[in-house]
């Protein structure tokens, strides 16, 4: 164990593997563990199986150094001088993490640990609850001894729905006259609280001294969650769109003005907020048709992308279990020919040749079947593209469709704004727009060319951005075609090479069977006649 001193010379340990091959002896001591080699190589071996790691009373001062620890489900680094709790980001399998009595005065590093039940931080330097977030699934907590002292952490324990144990004695807070009352109020699952059990009229009497306060925390956490539920809806709704290349619709109208700078001159003159919602509503129109053909094209994929599998499922199944009818008679000849052979003294290889030829037979017969399997798969394939590439087909026509209905809510839009642009630029000529018109639509409508340039360099980038996308859209639709083709022909490839080794090995190994029984007779007579 290597040792270092710090400034003001107190003595501290570094985790090494001498700390760690310790630990193990004194589990096998205590007879809490199985026995472990000391010896480096052979405790590289054991560190990824092992599930406990005990480091109690080591004078540790940095958690550190427990890379290969993959399987670790308990952490004991309690009564050391631990000041920042890190380096655990890989524990990820950690259940139990004891870092009672050291100098922690910061809950961090912990995300990762999303399986943590149990969590004792008893005695440490901590005066915030913070950091818990990822550590959903505990249940027992430990913050006893402490400098936490205000009520309103406790709040966010809320969130830990499985947490049955609480303990907070000995921190500032727990001498609020309030305390425990307030503690139970809002933390109505608590079983135990600074080690005494809860009782269920205390939680009821707690929840009616409280109730103000919880009726707001408890709608400010409904909505909370309803944003939360919408949220994580909106990704699995953009999930799913991505997947059937339909991602265009939730960004087809922004994308259209990204890099316009053109637009951060128009959208100053007045009222051109209307004509924006006219061409965002028409987009958003034509983007839910295109939605919804767009996702029954997908389901229309999925159908015969199962149907496929299905089929080729079926196929297999069949070969298979005609291949198997074949070598299990093969083997059962095998059998009685090697109890037939084995009460003979001598074997000749003339015994042999009939069944050397029959084997001879069951493999050219296997490997016949095995071409059936391919050329019904191949028909089974060329009936599955063709009716996939039709989809394909329909799926690029559709977006076609799409993209000319866009570029006609941008023509549309060019027209409206046009419209506007001249009306305005009339009425700046007889001075009727008034003083108060913002000086960016006032420098626009100054020269009629100016603001017509305007709208038109808007109008070319909006075109361009649809044609853009129209071509994104496409070359995803083909490459997925092509992919998905590419990786159902290339999987039976492999099946059926596979498949071909096999049946080569398997004539192989039983040929050699076979002429075994020759040699080994012919052996025995070569030494008969030595001796």
Known sequence: MRVQRVTDGEETAVIDDEMIAGAFRDEEAAGEGEKKSSGTAVLAEIIGDATTLRLSFKNVLKIDNLQGFNSLTKLCLDNNIVKEICNLDHLVHLQWLDLSFNNISKIEGLDKLTNLTDLSLFSNRISEVEGLEACTKLQCL????????????????RKFKNLHLLNLEGNPVSRESEYRMYVLA????????????????????????????????????QLEEEKAAREVAALETTAKLKAANLAVVETVFSDMFEDDEDNAKLKALPNIGDVLGTFSSEVDAASQQFRQTGLDLDRQKKEELEAFRAAVAKLRSYYAGESVKMIELWVQTKKRVDRELSLQDRVQNTEITPYVDKLGVLSNDLMDLEMRQVEQFEEIMNDFDTKYREINHECTEQQTVYF???????????????????????RMAKEELGDDLPEDAANLLIDRDTCMNAITGSHEV?????????????????????ETLRALRDEEHERNRSRIMELHDFKAKNLAALQDLITKEVELDDDEEGA
């Open 186 to 221: 809002y933390l109505i699952e608590l079983k135990y609280l600074d080690y005494a059990m809860v009782v269920k009229s205390e939680v009821v009497s707690a929840r009616e001294q409280y109730q103000d306060e919880l009726l707001d925390v408890e709608e400010k956490e």
């Open 404 to 426: 000319r209905a866009v570029e006609d809510c941008s023509n549309n839009y060019l027209r409206d704004l046009t419209a506007l642009a001249n009306d305005l630029l009339d």
């Open 462 to 482: 909006h075109v361009g951005k649809i044609f853009k996308m129209e071509e994104v859209t496409r070359f995803a639709e083909m490459q997925h075609l092509n």
């Open 142 to 157: 430990s913050l006893g001894n402490n400098q936490i002292s205000s009520l309103d952490g406790i709040v966010k324990l």
